[in-house]
C-alpha cells in the first residue's frame, strides 16, 4: 500500500519540511503520494513533483483549502485516505492541527514527532521534552503520524512525479482564517529562538557587542544573548542574560563569543542542541560543553563567520 | 542558583507520620482539616514562594530597602509580590475566621511559613510581624481596636510592627523610655524612638499598624510599668479608612549584615507635637502581654532557622550534583566527576541535609503540641501539651538557629571558591542567617529561659517526662531486631539520652545554689536538648519508615529517611556527649578570671 | 455558556523523569504530580471568560486515576464551578480520551472545551484536535488569544513564523499555547472551597467508551548523550560543521 504525504506550502512554494518527511516515508519503503490541498496552487505541486521519491502527487485546488483549515483539510485527506497505509504531515504547526483530526476521523491513534522508523508499525518517538525516547508499536490498520523535520535528512531534487488532480470536498464553512502576520525581520525571543548569539566580557565593551554580534545574529536570524558579566559591565540590558539567574535556554544552536563559560552561565544554556564556542583563550572551560570550538580573536573571527553565513 | 523547591514530601512526612495531622484535624474548629486539602495548601503555597517570592531573594539582597529622608522603599518587585500575596489570603491562614482568617492549626501555619521563609526571608518578616500585631490585639484589645485594625490586617491591607526596642533598651526591656501622656480623651501622645523596627516603614500598603511599648506618666519602674499602644501611621477616619498622618517618622534605616530588603527603622515619635495612639488591655501590663506573644515570635524565628539550612542545603545540593572536579577516589585515571561524588562533599550534605530534617521535625512536633495546647477540650492535655511548647519553643528557637549559621556555612563550604563569591549566592544565606540569633532574644536569652523558668523553677518534670518518652523510643528500636543501622540509631540514641539526663541533674542541683555557673552550661545545655530531641524523631522517623518499607512502600522517600536517621545518630548525635561535658563541668574555667584578666 | 475544560494529571514540569532500567518506561512513582501547565492555562482562560460575564459555568474533566481528583480540585482552587472526573486505571490514550471527552460534550453540551495543547509527560498535541473531529466541531489550536460573541469564537493562534487570526463557529475546541495567559496563583479561600465544589465520578462503561490502547510502547530509553566536542580550525570549517554535520544553519 502507498504512503500518503500532507505537504506544507503556501500555494506559491512547497516548505521544506516537506522534503523531511518525504525521506520519513521512504523509510517506510512503498509508493509515496503527496496531498496538495491549496487555492491556486499549482506552483507547489510543481515543486512536489520534483522532489525524490515522489510518486504522484495529488492536488486538490479549491479556494476553501486557500488557508488550509484542519476542518476542510481533514475531512479532504479522510475522503482520499483509502488505499494508504501510513498518512504523514511534518510536525509543524500545521501538520499538528490536521493530523490528530484526520487520525480521530479514521478511529486509529496518532503518533507525533516521530524520529525514528523502526518498522512499519514501531516508531520512535521523544515523550517529556526530550527526555526520554518511547518506542511504539501501532495497532491500527492506518499509521497516522506526524514527522520531527530535523530526524531526517530532507529529500532531494529531481523527481517527476504524476500531477493529478484530486475532486474537492465541501466548505465545511466552521472556520475562516481572517489574517496572518508573520514575523520576518525582527529577531526572535531569547526562550523561542532557534539560534541563539551571546556574547561576554571578551567583546570588551558594548560598542564592540553591538558592532558585533548584531550582524552576526541578523545573518542567522538569531536571538542576542549574554553572559552575566557582560550585564554586569554593562554592555546590554539584564534581559539579554542567559545563566542560572537569567534565562534557560535550549536553542537549535547556541554560539558563544568571547564568554569564559562560568558554571552559572553553563548551567543556562548547556541543555542546546549545538554549542559553538569563540574564544581566544584554548583553556576556557566553555570548550568542555561545546560541540564546536573555535580558539581565535573573536574581533576577527565573528566578521568572518558574518560573511561565510551571510 | 536562586531556585527554591519546598521539600513537600519530608513535610507531609513530618506532619502526617510524627507531628499529628490526623490527630490535630479532630481537634475543635479544625474539622475541615484534610490530609487532601493540607497538600493542595502546600502546593499551592510552593507555588507561590518559588514561583513569587524565591526569584526576588537575590534581586532584594542586591537593592535593598532604600530610605529617602522619611520614606521607605521597598526593593524592585516587593510591592507586587506583597499586593500578591496579600490577595492570595495568605496572610489569613491562622488567624481568627471572625476578622477574615481561615483559622487553619498551627501546624499547617508552620510548614506554609518555612516557605516563605526559606524562599524569601526578608519578605516573610513583614506578614510575620504583622501577625504578632494582629495576635496583640486579638487578645488584649478593646472590641473598638479589633474591628477597626483586625480586618484590615488579617487581609494583609495593612501591615502592623512591634515596636519594643530603644537605643538605652535592647534585651533588657526595663530600660524603655518612651512616653505615653493621655490625652482625657481616652487617647495618648507616644513621645520618644524605636529602633530595629522591622518593616517599621514601607511603601507597599497604605497604613502601618504600630504596637509600641510605653510608659505612662506614673508608671512604676521596671518592667511592671510599660503599656502597650497602637499608634497607627494615619490616623483613622470616622469610616475606618486611612486620614491624617500621625506624627510617627522614619528617621533612617540601618545597613545590615544580610536581610537586606527588610527595612529596620528607628521610628521617632511625637517629634511634632506627639504621636495619638489608644492603649492595648491594661495600663502597666504591656510586656506581660509581649511575653505571650514572644513564644510566636520565637517560634517563628526559630522556623527561619529551619527554611535557611532548607535553602542553603538545596543550593549546595544543586552546585554538588552540577560541578565537575577531580576524578572518584580510588578510581585511577577514571572520568571527572561532579564534587557529590567525593566523600567529604557527602558528608557535608548529609550533615545539612539530617540536621535539616531534624530541626524541622522537631518544629512541626512543637507546632501539633501548641494546637493541642489551644484546643483539646480537656484541660490536662492541654496543660500538658503547653508545658512542652513551654519548653521547647527556646530550642526550636536557639538550637534551630544556631545551627543555620553553621549549615548555611557548610553550605558556602561545598561551593569552593564560588561560594565566597556573592554572584554564587550561597553567601546571602549566611548573612541572612546571622541575625536569627541575635533577634526576639539571643541563643543565651533561650538558654537562659531554658534553664531556669522551663527547667529548674519546675523542678525539670516536663524535661524528664520527655526523656521518659525519648527512653520508649529507645525500647522501640530494641524491638526492632539486629539490622545494623537500627542498632546504630539505638545506640547513639540510648547514650545520648543519658547524657541529657546528666545535664538535666546538673542543671537541677546546681541552679538554686549557683545560677552562675549553671548559666555558663546554658547554651551548651540547649544545644544538647535540641541535638538529642533531634535524634529522638529522627529515630521516630526511621522507625515509621521502616514500617511503611515493611508494608510495601516502594517510596525512596523511606528508605532515604533511614538513612538519613543513622547518618544524624552516626555524626550528630554523639555531639551530646561533649556538650553534657561542658555543661556539667564548664563553669570553672569560664568564671575563674577577674576582668582585668581578661 | 458553559465551558468544559479537560485538565490532565501528569509529573510535575520541576521534575526530571529518570528512564526505568528495565526501559519499560520513566519512573513515575512517587514523583510529584501537577496539573498539566497548559491546561492551567485553560482552566484559567475559561474562569476569566466566567469572571467576565461571558460564560455562566466552568466544568473541569479529569480522566485517569483516582487521584485525578486533585487535578479537578486544583482546577476548582482557580475557580471550576464543578469537576467530572472519569474514573480507569487504563493507560487512557488520546484518541481514548478524546471520545470520553465526545461522551461528555453530548451530555453537558457545552459551547466551548478549552483544553491545553499538549500534555507534558506524552507530548502527543491531539486530544483537542481529535475531540473536535469527533464532535464535527471547528478547532482553534494554539489559542494566544481568545474572544467570544455572538456563536463565533475569533481566535489568534501561534503558527509558524508568526500568528494567524481565525473565526471559528460555536460550538468548538480551542487548545491553549503559552501565551494565552499567565494562570493566577490559587488563593487560599479558593482552595477551601473548593473542597466543597461538587466533584462527580463516572466510568468509561458509564460511557459507552471503548478505551483500549492502540499504541503499545514496547520501550522507553534515555535519549542519545551529546558526543565529545571538536575544535575547528577556521570559519570555514565551522561553518561546514554546521551546515552538513549538525545542520543547524
Redesign the interface.
Known sequence: MAILVIAEHDNASLKAATLNTVSAAAKLGSEIHVLVAGANCAAAAADVAKVAGVTKVRVADAAHYD?Q???NV?ALVVANASGYSHILAPS???G??????????L???????VTGIESAD?FVR???????????????AVKVMTVRT?AFEAAGQGGAAAVEAVAAGPD????????????KSARPELGAA??IVSGGRGLGNSENYHKLLEPLADA?GAALGAS?AAVDAGYVPNDYQVG??GKIVAP??YIAVGISGA??HL?GMKDS????AINKDPEAPI??????????DLFE?VP??VK??G | MSQYTAPIRDMQFVMRELAGLDEVAKLPGCEEVSADLVDAILDEANKFASGVLAPLNRTGDQEGAKWDGGNVRTAPGWKEAYKQFAEAGWTALACEPEFGGQGLPKLVATAVMEMWKAANMAFSLCPMLTNGAIEAVTLRGTDEQKAAYLPKMVSGEWTGTMNLTEPQAGSDLAAVRTRAEPQGDGTYKIFGQKIFITYGEHDMTDNIVHLVLARLPDAPEGVKGISLFVVPKFLLNADGTPGARNDVQCVSIEHKLGIHASPTCVLAFGDHGGAIGTLVGEENRGLEYMFIMMNEARFAVGMEGVALSERAYQHALAYAKDRVQGTEMGVRGGPKVSIIHHPDVRRMLMSMKSQTEAMRALAYVVAAANDAAHRDPDAAVRAENQAFVDLMIPVVKGWSTENSIDIASTGVQVHGGMGFIEETGAAQHLRDSRITTIYEGTTAIQANDLIGRKTAREGGVTIKALIAEMRGVVAQLGEHGGEEAFVAIRRSLESGIAALEAAVEYVLATYGKDVKAASVGSVPFLKLLGIVAGGWLMARAALVSSMRVAEGSTDEFYKTKIVTARFYADHILPQAQALSYSVVNGAAGALALDEAQF | MKILVPVKRVVDYNVKVRVKADGTGVDIANVKMSMNPFDEIAVEEAVRLREAGIATEVVAVSCGVAACQETIRAAMAIGADRGILVESDVELQPLAVAKLLKALCDKEQPTVVICGKQAIDDDSNQTGQMLAALMGWPQATFASKVQLADGVATVMREIDGGLETVEIKLPAVVTTDLRLNEPRYATLPNIMKAKKKPLETVKPADLGVDVAPRLATLKVAEPPKRSAGVRVADVAQLVDKLKNEAKVI
Open positions: 488557508s483549515t484542519a476542518e481533514a509543524t504547526a500545521n499538528k492541527n490536521v493530523a490528530p483530526r484526520v487520525a480521530a476521523l478511529d486509529v491513534a496518532q503518533i507525533s514527532d514501531t521523544p515523550i517529556y521534552a526530550g527526555n526520554a525516547m518511547a518506542t511504539v508499536k501501532s495497532s491500527d530535523t465545511l464553512g466552521l472556520a475562516s482564517v481572517k489574517g496572518r502576520e508573520l514575523t532557534k539560534i542567522l552575566r542560572q539567574t537549535q544552536l558554571i552559572q548551567a542542541k549545538v554549542i559553538v570548550f568542555q560543553v561545546a560541540d564546536y570550538g573555535l580558539v581565535g573571527v568572518e563567520l561565510a553565513v
